[in-house]
């Protein structure tokens, strides 16, 4: 049974950095708003301690600030070194302007 629960409005993320960094279950988790479409992934680094909300966003993925690698957003999986380790990905919705993230990962 799933449990979902709101963690921010849609206005809330940044028009100009399109990210957000929010807490699930008192874990730091990242928004993304992708041209309208909602995603969220953990948001600390695998790699390092670096917050992705703090990233660089382009095309789908996002840069880690401290040692430069990159995610697809979508999928969590690393696109080239020094990462190796997939993101975790929570599962998504909108209901009406809240956006709510299912309280454990997808």
Not at 76 to 100: F, H, N, R, S, W
Request: glycine content about 8%; hydrophobic content about 30%; overall charge negative.
């Amino acid at each position: 049974m799933s449990n979902w629960k709101p963690v921010a409005m849609i206005h809330d993320i940044s028009p100009d950095t399109n990210t957000l960094r929010v807490t699930l279950d008192g874990e730091a988790v990242c928004l993304y708003n992708l041209d309208g479409e909602i995603c969220a992934t953990q948001d600390r680094c695998p790699h390092g301690n670096a917050s992705l909300a703090d990233g660089y966003l382009e095309d789908g993925t996002i840069e880690c600030p401290l040692h430069q690698g990159v995610f697809d957003i979508r999928s969590g999986k690393p696109q080239c070194p020094p990462v190796t380790t997939d993101l975790k990905c929570y599962e998504v919705k909108v209901e009406g302007e809240a956006i709510m993230l299912r309280s454990e990962p997808a």
